[in-house]
């Protein structure tokens, strides 16, 4: 079988990660991969943010718990948060986004690393300290939080495969 089509199939979602460090390179061939994606009539209007700063990533992380009403760590101890943001002035931004998403998402397990989509970026960077966050790293414009993506060494073995539901369906016509 063909790698990438292998890649494809076999990607799942990781939701318990070592807090192991994972080397910048793979984070940079993710992130290239990510911003290589499609975009709407190329506009190319998605920007990436990495975050590896234990702290920040932590308050964050807390954050986005508060919004989602929910206990625990939303990353799964993910020692790196890929934050992917759209220009609010453009109107693919979301579809644009999400692409962005899946590619660092197949790109992750490409590289033997897990990875999970992260939703509630959108109203963390709604809150007045991630505008902040945006123009201390000089980002101008106004952005908004498609999506996290996750990503560090699996600390459990996710499943190669699954039974597609039956509610999933091709029509031809």
């Given amino acids: 079988m063909n790698t990438a089509y292998q890649n494809l199939i076999e990607r799942r979602s990781v939701k318990n990660f070592k807090s192991d460090p994972v080397p910048q390179e793979l984070v940079d061939k993710i992130i290239k991969a990510g911003l290589n994606a499609p975009s709407a009539m190329n506009h190319q209007g998605t920007i990436v943010i990495q975050i590896k700063d234990k702290n920040l990533r932590d308050e964050m992380s807390r954050d986005n718990a508060i919004i989602g009403t929910r206990n625990g760590d939303p990353f799964y101890n993910a020692p790196v948060v890929l934050l992917v943001l759209g220009d609010k002035s453009w109107v693919n931004r979301i579809y644009d986004g999400a692409l962005v998403l899946g590619n660092m998402l197949n790109a992750a397990h490409s590289l033997g690393l897990g990875s999970c989509w992260i939703h509630r970026?959108?109203?963390?960077?709604?809150?007045?300290?991630?505008?902040?966050?945006?123009?201390?790293?000089?980002?101008?414009?106004?952005?908004?939080?498609?999506?996290?993506?996750?990503?560090?060494?699996?600390?459990?073995?996710?499943?190669?495969?699954?039974?597609?539901?039956?509610?999933?369906?091709?029509?031809?016509?």
């Fill in 121 to 173: 970026c959108r109203e963390e960077f709604e809150m007045p300290k991630y505008q902040e966050l945006l123009k201390k790293l000089g980002i101008s414009g106004e952005y908004e939080g498609i999506g996290h993506c996750v990503i560090g060494y699996p600390n459990v073995q996710p499943p190669t495969s699954h039974d597609l539901k039956e509610q999933v369906r091709v029509f031809s016509i």
